[in-house]
Nanobody, 125 residues
Framework: QVQLVESGGGLVQAGGSLRLSCAAS????????MGWFRQAPGKEREFVAA????????YYADSVKGRFTISRDNVKNTVYLQMDGLKPEDTADYYC??????????????????WGQGTQVTVSS
């Protein structure tokens, strides 16, 4: 069992930055691949970024590539999402998720076993 708690959301002006954190419980955090998803009001949840268990491989949605950076610290049991160059269209609730199967699709919600409760990000224009 893995419990995930996101933090770091808030209100920021367009062009600004935020760093989201996702703290995981459990001693097996390093065996999970991790992902970030987001859900804007009235829209479906969508993939943002993912990282392998070792941190050696990262993946991004085209909409955030070059602006967002996912990373992890397996000692601190935490995964991060550094968000730079924020745009109003980045406004959403952001969720982190853990995936035990390294071979499942990293962008598919169904591939993830555990989810956090989300943290809200609002980008003003």
């Amino acid at each position: 069992q893995v419990q995930l708690v996101e933090s770091g959301g808030g209100l920021v002006q367009a062009g600004g930055s935020l760093r989201l954190s996702c703290a995981a419980s459990g001693r097996t955090f390093s065996s999970y691949a991790m992902g970030w998803f987001r859900q804007a009001p009235g829209k479906e949840r969508e993939f943002v970024a993912a990282i392998s268990w070792s941190g050696g491989r990262t993946y991004y949605a085209d909409s955030v590539k070059g602006r967002f950076t996912i990373s992890r610290d397996n000692v601190k049991n935490t995964v991060y999402l550094q968000m730079d160059g924020l745009k109003p269209e980045d406004t959403a609730d952001y969720y982190c998720a853990a995936r035990s199967n390294p071979y499942s699709g990293y962008a598919a919600m169904s591939a993830y076993d555990y989810w956090g409760q989300g943290t809200q990000v609002t980008v003003s224009s």
